[in-house]
């Protein structure tokens, strides 16, 4: 019956974390770009169906704004031209009085004029430049290599005649530049009209856009104020017709249900115990919900750049609470998913991958300003370093740089100081446990120590020592030495409630001598570890440390009053685990140094003057017992790091102990 139940707890338990995931991808999902708005490119060809207008949009500016939006209209416009049709026929009948075609030569050259004259053909050539063209009362800009020039009707005609037989002298050359006028030309009139227009239309409530309005052709070039337009009222417009939303949609739900996919995979795989707890896991999907909010948001409806959202905050508190892998992998997946919801390129992302790598590299220690002041300082170079390095690549000669995204950039790292107070806040929510307060609760004016230290000195010193101890190990094996560290403060708090019971508290008398019960003795002793838990619970000291609490002594023996029992009663059967801790084992590194310094340090103290091969000794017993008692069977720590750890022990209690010179045997 409990089988049962607990495979239906684990099966609610599988259904509720993937439930988490699509309310993720979700949630994401309302914010996915429309089916063109990854198209719209300021200042290039829309290459999708003409956009019209779904409803009126009006939009009343102050007359400040009035004239920015004026002066950058005009820069805009440039030239205005006007397209006379009228011209084909003249330029035609020209033609033929210039040069005397046969019918089947001149037919393609016929057709090449008009085709040319229809389209428009510009006094000069425009390389790389849009034309802004007046025609039945509207205005368009249009990519110059839409039109001809009579330079290039010339070199056309050329190319055409080279199939045949027919040639031109400079002279027909010169009468034909005389003949091929352009049919495009220069309106000031046009000009000014569209600027008393534009000045009318920005005045006052005035209407932009009407609804059945074409905002954008195909082909046209997209300005500044159709741009603005379309991407801060993206329902005001028909950009995609109903089957291009659906298939748009569903691309982007199936690339963000592979980018979440794997995350959670990967957590599941390398960090079994943050996929487990539905808290931490829901802590991990909250970020790239709220990054993709944040780019949402700011693309839409500011004129900020993306480039100032602090995506290295993720990776900083990921860090800082679980590892760095996994801040690492985290920060990955919310920049993948934020690049397909940017309009940013390729650079946008690279730059963000590199500075969150930059991040999980060099950010260390957030309890300490000067350390997080320093890292958030490489990150900001990192930036600044990245975009010069892409501006350089890209870079042609003439064209500015886009110094504006660097300020973008140092506001993006004093932003970043927000993860400081964000710690306690997250810690409080989500019952997590930060560096700063493990520092916090490492200081010996807390009241727990400054209470163990006054009434069960020995214990107090007791702990220093394996403070020391795992403190030392963790950091040569690359562990958690903050953590190990504050847990050995606290792992013995449980014997303030009988100090006198241990003997490191006793005062020259045996209080286990009143009691000549082992079994009361053994329940003493085994006693200080619930008793700590629930003093742990009391104080509000974290789960993380309470953890440390039960593990310390695994499931192993009393066996000072255990043997006692054997030799007092040899006859006499009793439940052998009566004598035994509650446990449960050590599983985490940080665990297991603990357990095992507290027994080195524990059993050091009874040794008489003792050299360092007696320490040695010594060590290596209590170590092979441990994993002959099985106390090491669920523990992540491997031989190699055991093997590193013993040394540290052995290293230190030398020292501790002031080890006289062993002199060598004689032969």
């Known amino acids: 019956m409990g089988d049962k139940k607990s495979s239906i707890g684990a099966n609610i338990n599988s259904i509720l974390k993937w439930v988490m995931v699509l309310t993720c991808l979700a949630a994401i999902g309302f914010v996915f770009p429309s089916a063109s708005s990854k198209a719209l490119k300021l200042g290039e060809p829309w290459p999708n169906d003409d956009i019209m207008a779904t409803e009126d949009l009006v939009q009343s500016l102050k007359q400040s704004e009035i004239n920015e939006h004026l002066e950058t209209f005009k820069d805009e416009l440039g030239a205005v031209y006007t397209h006379d049709q009228r011209t084909i026929t003249d330029v035609i009948s020209k033609l033929n009085e210039v040069l005397f075609l046969s019918e089947d030569v001149a037919r393609p050259i016929h057709k090449l004029i008009r085709d040319c004259y229809q389209s428009g053909v510009l006094p000069m050539e425009h390389k790389g430049q849009s034309v802004s063209i007046y025609r039945a009362g509207e205005i368009s800009k249009i990519a110059s290599s839409s039109f001809c020039s009579p330079n290039n009707l010339i070199d056309d005609i050329e190319l055409e005649l080279s199939k045949t037989t027919y040639t031109l002298d400079r002279n027909t050359t010169n009468r034909l530049k005389e003949v091929l006028q352009p049919n495009l030309t220069v309106s000031e009139e046009s000009k000014d009209q569209l600027i008393i227009e534009k000045e009318r239309a920005l005045s006052g409530d005035a209407v932009l856009f009407t609804k059945g309005q074409k905002v954008l052709a195909k082909g046209e070039i997209v300005s500044e104020e159709v741009y603005q337009s379309l991407t801060s009222n993206p329902r005001a417009f028909s950009l995609s017709n109903t089957k291009d939303r659906i298939f748009s949609f569903f691309g982007y739900f199936l690339l963000t249900a592979l980018i979440l996919l794997v995350l959670i995979f990967y957590v599941r795989k390398y960090f079994p115990q943050v996929y487990q707890s539905n808290r931490k896991l829901s802590f991990l999907l909250i970020w790239p919900i709220v990054f993709s909010y944040l780019v949402f948001a700011i693309e839409n409806y500011t004129s900020l750049s993306t480039y100032v959202i602090p995506f290295c905050i993720a990776p900083i508190l990921i860090k800082n609470f679980f590892e760095d892998r996994l801040a690492l992998i985290l920060h990955i997946v919310i920049v993948l998913i934020a690049s397909i919801l940017s309009k940013m390129g390729y650079e946008f992302t690279f730059i963000q991958i590199l500075a969150g790598m930059v991040t999980v590299l060099f950010v260390s220690e957030t309890r300490y300003w000067n350390k997080f002041f320093l890292a958030i300082g490489f990150i900001l170079l990192s930036y600044l370093l990245g975009i010069l390095g892409l501006n350089l690549t890209s870079w042609s000669s003439g064209e500015p740089f886009n110094f504006s995204i660097y300020g973008w950039l140092v506001v993006n790292a004093l932003l970043l100081m927000l993860a400081y107070p964000f710690i306690p806040l997250l810690e409080n929510i989500f019952g997590f446990t930060s560096s700063i307060k493990l520092a916090e609760l490492s200081d010996m004016n807390k009241p727990l120590l400054r209470e163990l230290s006054l009434r069960a000195p020995g214990t107090f010193q007791h702990s220093l020592q394996v403070a020391n101890l795992c403190e030392a190990a963790a950091e040569r094996i690359g562990a958690n030495s903050l953590l190990v560290k504050t847990a050995a403060l606290y792992h013995d708090i449980g014997k303030l409630e009988k100090p006198l019971f241990f003997i490191e508290n006793s005062r020259g008398e045996n209080a286990h001598d009143d009691l000549n019960n082992n079994f009361e003795s053994a329940k003493i002793i085994i006693g200080h570890v619930t008793n700590g838990v629930e003093m742990a619970i009391k104080h509000r000291l974290p789960k993380i440390i309470i953890d440390f609490i039960k593990t310390h002594h695994g499931t192993t023996r009393v066996e000072y009053f255990y043997r006692n029992q054997l030799n007092q009663f040899p006859d006499k059967e009793f439940d052998e685990s009566i004598f035994r801790y509650p446990g449960p084992l050590p599983k985490t ?7 095992l310094a507290d027994s080195v340090e524990a059993a050091s103290k009874s040794l008489q003057k003792p050299t360092g091969q007696d320490i040695d000794n ?25 093997e590193a750890s013993v040394d540290v022990f052995k290293s230190m209690l030398r020292s501790i102990y002031h080890v006289r010179v062993e002199y060598p045997e004689v032969n």
């Open 589 to 595: 590194k940080e665990q297991t140094i603990l357990m």
């Open 618 to 642: 010594l060590i290596d017993k209590i170590v092979a017992f441990k994993i002959s008692e099985g106390q090491l069977e669920d523990s992540k720590l491997s031989f190699n790091e055991l």
